[in-house]
């Protein structure tokens, strides 16, 4: 446990790009919610249709997909499906105590790509260009998650 703690500069360098990745995950809802506020629309169940203080008129049309908001709630899916990954094989990859530089690079690469990624989406890029920052993301964790594999088992 002596490399969990803040003297260690690779814990430092995983905290600081794990918490940067809590707040984009957080954000991206809070950007999807505020979306579907903005225009009305865009709501996920039917159970949104209910009368309230925010949807004080609500109408079926308010579940149909809309872009504006659907962009934002992909984003978010998205995050889900590679940040978390991330998270433990970025912790994993601390505990086999890797260079610092090794780690500076590998886990702000990750947020760097990330944060192209989404901005590639959020200004609607083709495919090809959201899939390239996609894969450095991936490779990135995959490099970590044999680090650790070879670590453990070699």
Known sequence: ??????????FVTYAIAAALGVLKVMGQGWMTVYRMMKVNAGY???EDLRAGPINRSPSPEQLEVNDY?????????????NIPAFWVAG???????PPLWLAQVLMFGFVGARALHALAYATKRSHEVRATFYTVGSVIVVVMAVWVLWAVVG
């Open 1 to 10: 446990m002596d490399l969990l703690n803040l003297q260690n500069p690779v």
């Open 44 to 46: 996920a169940s039917p």
């Open 69 to 81: 908001v659907d962009r934002s709630r992909r984003m978010h899916r998205n995050d889900l499906e």
């Open 91 to 97: 912790l994993l990859f601390v505990l086999t105590a």
